[in-house]
């Protein structure tokens, strides 16, 4: 062989090499995003997910109810409140659910165990449900006790299905997985509706 051949044949050789290196990185990297954004069993059918934070309409918010303990500490309270504006129902409900998590001044209290992230949130179109996935935070760092927990659960639950009319239950799910409660009490392993009964 000569010089131009061989050299032919090792450009040939690299250049299929680099071919099979983009190739590795783009499943891999496909893998990847959908191991993150994958749903949980019981969220099949029409989902919509979304983990990290969605670029909301530059600028653009929208009047939102959220909820805190109310000032005798039993029962929750509305407030409405300025919240990003998300395009699409997938964002918004991630919107609100980050603005309900987020620390608050006094006189408000929020019924959340602080430190608790939202980690991803699924919406079932279909089925109207979402399933909000919490930081661990949500069970290391709560009080504990029923009533405690009932607030917790249902700031989470009534945020959504108070401000996405397409969104009528909520399944709280927490570091990626089903959980049976927060903190020994309310049942977590179905989607729960709107409870109004325990806002003032």
Do not use: C, W
């Not at 983990?51 to 929750?76: C, H, M, N, Q, W």
């Not at 504006?85 to 006094?106: M, R, S």
């Not at 165990?113 to 949130?121: C, D, K, Q, S, V």
């Amino acid at each position: 062989m000569n010089r131009s051949t061989i050299a032919g044949l090792m450009v040939t050789a690299a250049v299929g090499l680099l071919i099979s290196l983009v190739i590795l990185l783009v499943v891999f990297g496909v893998r990847r995003v959908s191991s993150t954004t994958k749903p949980p069993r019981s969220a099949s059918g029409s989902v919509a997910a979304t983990g990290i934070a969605e670029p909301g309409v530059l600028g653009r918010k929208i009047k939102a109810r959220l909820f805190y303990v109310s000032a005798d500490g039993t029962r929750l309270t509305g407030v409405e409140r300025e919240v990003v504006y998300g395009d699409g129902p997938a964002a918004q409900a991630q919107f609100i659910i980050n603005a309900q998590l987020a620390p608050v001044d006094a006189p408000l209290v929020s019924a959340v165990p602080p430190g608790t992230t939202l980690r991803a949130l699924y919406l079932n179109m279909a089925r109207g449900e979402a399933y909000v996935d919490l930081s661990r935070e949500a069970v290391t760092a709560h009080t504990g006790g029923s009533l405690d927990e009932l607030l917790t659960i249902y700031t989470i639950v009534n945020a959504l299905t108070s401000n996405l009319p397409a969104v009528t239950s909520v399944q709280v799910l927490v570091d990626g997985k089903e959980v049976d409660t927060l903190a020994g009490h309310v049942d977590l392993r179905r989607p729960l509706a709107k409870n109004l009964a325990l806002v003032e």
